[in-house]
């Protein structure tokens, strides 16, 4: 079988002030220090990116998979697309996810 390359575009950094300034410890940043808007990145046969977060890729490999063998998300506007984030309650991180 045959798996398709999917490209993860940052979107957005989410902040969480009232969040963060209740539960961050004090070596925390107030937005995540890994990724930056507009990086973007690309996943070969379901695999990982070359410097990618571990931490986000846990959370977005699922939807990445689906994406490359062929699935689609109804509820999102366009072919092969898919909005998905990192669950960094602290600092979510959304992506864009598109199949190649």
């Known amino acids: 079988m045959s798996y398709r390359d999917v490209r993860i575009k940052v979107i957005k950094k989410l902040e969480t002030d009232e969040v963060f300034e209740e539960y961050a410890g004090e070596n925390a940043r107030p937005s995540c220090p890994a990724l930056n808007v507009g990086d973007e990145f ?6 990982m990116p070359e ?21 689609e998300f109804s509820w999102i506007k366009g072919e092969g697309r898919m909005v998905s984030c990192c669950t960094d309650g602290l600092r979510p991180v959304l992506f864009e996810l598109k199949r190649l």
């Open 42 to 47: 690309v996943s070969r046969n379901m695999g």
């Open 51 to 71: 410097g990618f977060c571990s931490w986000a890729w846990a959370d977005i490999h699922r939807d990445v998979v689906h994406l490359s063998m062929g699935g």
